[in-house]
């Protein structure tokens, strides 16, 4: 490691940057009051967040395509999920279905 | 943290939402722990001291950001350079905020600062996915709690056992994240216009990942939700 000063200021802006994020969000909506319709928007746009995550770190690594296995063992687990599997079952199937893909050569 | 508060509030948690949920936050936070031991043991391959993990575990507690800047630090790059990309990874955090019901609960000091704190994408999608405010708090808090156990216990393991677990990918660890995520986003999907809010957000977001800085694809996937704004608009 390089300098060890700089990596700390570096922690420390991402620490402190983070927690920002974090803290305001909530501040924000108690101070403002939202319609009833925009607390449902809100909602709408965490679920479409979180999916754009999913898309992300399932279909991507890096700028590029992360090969596959996992996109696959993902797929398999939204399947079983979208017919109300357990949640148990969800995730370790789209590990075990990534994981044996592997084992079969696919990257 | 006083601990009779803290046994009482664990004690609440564990009345309030059913043992099943409680179940699947123990598997998540376990799914968290596994890559945090890949995150320490990459941390510390890079030439890292076992203290930076250790400290951007708890301090940042957020994953992908962390592996970020790891990597940038360690391809040669700016630490300020990194934070700021990390930064970016984290704004996500923002919105979140804006779309949870206060799931914190009352009370300002202390508890607000650790609440906000345990704020990561699975504390938030658990506690979504449940049906009332009481749920949602127990749910809310106890994977942020979990989380905050399970992502230091395993960087700072992952980093004391080192190189030998850098190969989570053959156990396929690595999809575990989206399928936790995903698992719990389904049902809000069953609603036809999320689900198109949320196809339209995941296609910019992958569209755009080739060109952009990680995390700005996934705040581009908000254009989806202006779908749903407009549908609002034109049925007024």
């Known amino acids: 490691m390089k300098d060890t000063t700089l990596v700390v200021a570096g922690l420390l802006t991402l620490s402190a940057g983070t927690f920002a994020f974090r803290f305001s969000g909530p501040v924000l909506r108690q101070r403002l009051a939202f319609p009833p319709w925009a607390n449902s928007l809100l909602e709408a746009a965490a679920v479409v967040l979180l999916a754009a995550l999913v898309a992300t770190t399932a279909l991507t690594e890096g700028h590029g395509f992360a090969g596959p296995a996992r ?5 398999a687990g939204g399947v079983l999920a979208w017919r109300k599997a357990p949640f148990l079952v969800v995730v370790l199937a ?9 084992l079969l050569g696919v990257p | 943290m006083g601990s009779v508060f803290r046994i009482n509030s664990m004690r609440s948690i564990y009345r309030t939402i059913a043992g099943g949920t409680l179940r699947d936050i123990a598997l ?13 043991a990459i941390a510390v391959a890079s030439g890292f001291p076992l203290w930076v993990p250790a400290a951007q575990s708890v301090l940042v507690l957020a994953g992908a950001s962390e592996f970020l800047f790891i990597g940038i630090v360690a391809a ?10 990390g930064l970016l990874v984290n704004a996500r955090h923002l919105p979140y905020g804006l779309a949870l019901p206060d799931v914190t609960g009352p009370g300002r000091g202390w508890r607000r600062l650790l609440g906000s704190h345990v704020m990561n994408d699975e504390s938030v999608v658990f506690a979504l996915a449940q049906e009332d405010l009481p ?10 709690l979990g989380v905050l156990l399970c992502w230091p216990a395993g960087a700072v393991l992952g980093a004391l056992i080192g190189s030998m677990i850098t190969n989570t990918g053959a156990f396929g660890l690595d999809a575990m994240f989206p399928a936790v995520i995903l698992a719990l986003v389904v049902p809000a999907l ?12 995941a296609v910019v977001a992958l569209a755009t990942t080739p060109f952009l800085p990680a995390g700005l694809p996934v705040l581009l996937a908000l254009a989806g939700v202006l779908g749903i704004v407009t549908r609002k608009r034109a049925t007024r």
């Open chain 1, 71 to 75: 996109p696959a063992g993902v797929l």
């Open chain 2, 76 to 85: 040669g790059g700016n630490p300020i350079a990194a934070a700021l990309a």
């Open chain 2, 190 to 201: 069953r609603d036809r216009v999320t689900a198109r809010a949320a196809l339209i957000g």
């Open chain 2, 28 to 40: 998540a936070c376990l799914a968290v722990w596994f890559i945090g031991l890949s995150y320490g």
């Open chain 1, 94 to 102: 789209a590990a075990a279905v990534t994981a044996v893909l592997r």
């Open chain 2, 135 to 144: 749920r949602q708090r127990a749910a809310y808090w106890a994977c942020g």
